[in-house]
């Protein structure tokens, strides 16, 4: 989206030039590249290598539990493509900074069966005890299944985040117990009931994410009417002024388009 192309369908000069000097303008000094399959993985490598002049840019290394049936389609294999995943970390050390995005999510069982999903959660366990690189964790409506495999493997992997985390008090004090951080965006502050676990939240293990271009807070989200307290010159920070897309300008954010400014 950052290129201008949403859902396959170009709708807009790539302002990803612009995307990083807002974030740079607003005070942010590194950002993550999530890598969510083999594929994505290696274009964010590229991405870094050919623009991070200033050494800004980092990346995850992984698969997202919806894209998990990728394993089995690779036509090399499983193993194959996990592999490829450690092939990518291993070339670029000084780029990679964690496994993931991996972990379960059964909102969206359409994409992927829970068994496929289990499995190749399982094999990036592998990824993080062999490189010893922490885990960016992704967790959905999954029960005690998500808890269960993080408790199992926990000695094998150093640091975690469950990030975008939309989870019950109970399940955060939990995850907290197993030592992981605890990943906050505006997916994380849409109801009452997510502002009053956010505030439970220890502040030394509460990490601040945006998740762009998705997770913005919403009008219809609990936490927005507290943006209103926000002063002008930092809301012109993190909240420039946006268009729609299909009235694109170049130079405004695009609406609905979370950014990495935003947060401030």
Not at 244 to 262: H, I, L, Q, S, T
Request: glycine share 6%; proline share 4%; with cysteine.
């Amino acid at each position: 989206m950052f290129r201008g192309i949403y859902r396959g369908k170009h709708a807009h000069a790539d302002d990803w030039h612009l995307v990083l000097k807002r974030a740079r303008d607003a005070g942010v000094q590194k950002l993550i590249l999530t890598g969510t399959n083999l594929a994505d993985s290696q274009e964010a490598i590229d991405e870094i290598k050919k623009h991070d002049e200033d050494n800004m840019l980092y990346s995850t290394v992984g698969c997202h539990p919806t894209r998990c049936t990728e394993f089995d389609e690779h036509k090399d294999g499983p193993e194959d493509y996990l592999n490829q995943l450690s092939n990518i970390i291993n070339k670029n050390r000084s780029h990679v900074v964690a496994i993931g995005e991996c972990g379960l999510d059964y909102d969206r069982l359409h994409f992927c069966p829970k068994e496929t999903q289990q499995k190749y959660f399982q094999v990036q366990f592998d990824l993080a005890e062999k490189t010893q690189l922490p885990m960016f964790l992704h967790n959905r409506n999954t029960g005690d299944d998500f808890y269960n495999m993080i408790k199992d493997n926990r000695h094998r992997f150093r640091h975690g985040v469950v990030h975008s985390f939309t989870g019950s008090l109970e399940e955060m004090k939990k995850l907290i117990e197993l030592d992981l951080y605890i990943g906050v965006n505006g997916c994380s502050l849409k109801t009452e009931e997510n502002l009053q676990v956010v505030k439970e939240i220890p502040t030394d293990r509460l990490m601040i994410e945006t998740d762009a271009p998705w997770c913005e807070i919403r009008p219809t989200h609990a936490s927005h009417k507290y943006l209103d307290n926000i002063p002008k010159e930092e809301k012109e920070l993190y909240m420039p002024l946006t268009k729609k897309k299909e009235k694109f300008e170049m130079g405004y954010m695009v609406k609905n388009r979370c950014e990495p400014c935003a947060t401030g």
